[in-house]
């Protein structure tokens, strides 16, 4: 909505998926931006990989050496898989806790937001607090299919969902106003 002190005001509300959906896109913009095994998508897949050849090496060399029998040998290996499928679950078990817990239902990040833009840059305010960024505190402006963000860092951003933006058209004001005043990083 355009109001006339401010160029543009939205209110909206954050949800725990808005916030994962977040993590998740903040996540990959970081990787993308990283040197090494960090930022190379497969390296998880080659580590456990990698992992699991050195363990491997170690058990043939232990039965070649006959330290272990064949018993020992089909017994260590099942073990093994055994952990390894124990720790995905384990991992997968944990890491749906932790989204489901993650923000209790008063959280002031699951509460009403205030965004308003105008020439000097944006304020944004909660039920606990109000911060007023500078345009030159934002270095990039991305659109996702249910998001805009303004992102201030590679990880931290303020998340516009659209379902804040009216209609496409206040959308394309709303990403224009900002790419306006956002320098490119």
């Not at 934002?138 to 249910?146: A, P, Q, R, T, W």
């Amino acid at each position: 909505m355009l109001d006339g002190g401010y160029r543009m005001q939205l209110s909206y509300t954050l949800t725990r998926r808005d916030h994962q959906q977040f993590c998740r896109l903040a996540l990959k913009r970081t990787a993308s931006h990283s040197k090494g095994l960090l930022g190379w998508k497969a390296a998880p897949i080659v580590l456990q990989l990698a992992s699991m050849a050195l363990t491997l090496l170690v058990l043939d060399y232990l039965f070649r050496k006959q330290v272990i029998g064949d018993r020992a040998f089909a017994v260590a290996v099942l073990a093994y898989l055994w952990g390894l499928i124990a720790m995905r679950l384990c991992g997968w078990f944990w890491r749906r806790q932790f989204w489901t817990n993650w923000l209790p239902d008063d959280s002031a990040s699951l509460s009403e937001v205030h965004l308003k833009l105008d020439r000097a840059g944006v304020e944004a305010s909660d039920q606990s607090k109000v911060t007023k960024y500078s345009w030159r505190a934002f270095n990039d402006v991305s659109e996702h299919d249910n998001f805009v963000i303004l992102w201030t860092d590679r990880a931290q951003g303020i998340l516009v969902p659209a379902r804040a933006l009216a209609n496409n058209d206040v959308r394309r004001q709303f990403v224009s106003l900002a790419r306006e005043h956002v320098a490119p990083a």
